[in-house]
């Protein structure tokens, strides 16, 4: 089980860190990734980290905005977010990656409820 957790209200330029973190079994040596779903979008990657925690994946969209960490246990993943715009408003997800492809939503298996992050103008 995944649960996700440190969504908000904030202003634009604001910054937000939200965790995610595992229970019920292990995660540590497995890739997780953030994801995001705006209303009336599609979900899409926002960003990943490997099991070992050494290499990390990001949309182009937030880029030198946004970082993705592990915990010190590996079974919690951190998503840090400053300089937020209004177009960062959405839902966000975190989930374990069991496929291939770091950006795919279709190769992850696992997903949390997701948290509420709404940045105002």
């Known amino acids: 089980q995944l649960e996700e957790s440190g969504g908000n209200l904030v202003q634009a330029g604001g910054s937000l860190r939200l965790s995610c973190a595992a229970s019920?079994?292990?995660?540590?040596?497995?890739?997780m990734g953030w994801f995001r779903q705006a209303p009336g979008k599609e979900r899409e990657f926002v960003a990943a980290?490997?099991?070992?925690?050494?290499?990390?994946y990001y949309a182009d969209f937030v880029k030198g905005r946004f970082t993705i960490s592990r915990g010190n246990a590996k079974n919690t993943v951190y998503l840090q977010m400053n300089s937020l715009k209004p177009e960062d408003t959405a839902v966000y997800y975190c989930?374990?990656?069991?496929?291939?492809?770091?950006?795919?939503?279709?190769?992850?298996?696992?997903w949390g409820q997701g948290t509420q992050v709404t940045v105002s103008s």
């Open positions: 989930a374990v990656r069991g496929g291939d492809d770091y950006y795919s939503l279709g190769d992850y298996d696992y």
């Open positions: 980290i490997s099991g070992n925690g050494l290499s990390t």
């Open positions: 019920g079994r292990t995660f540590s040596s497995y890739s």
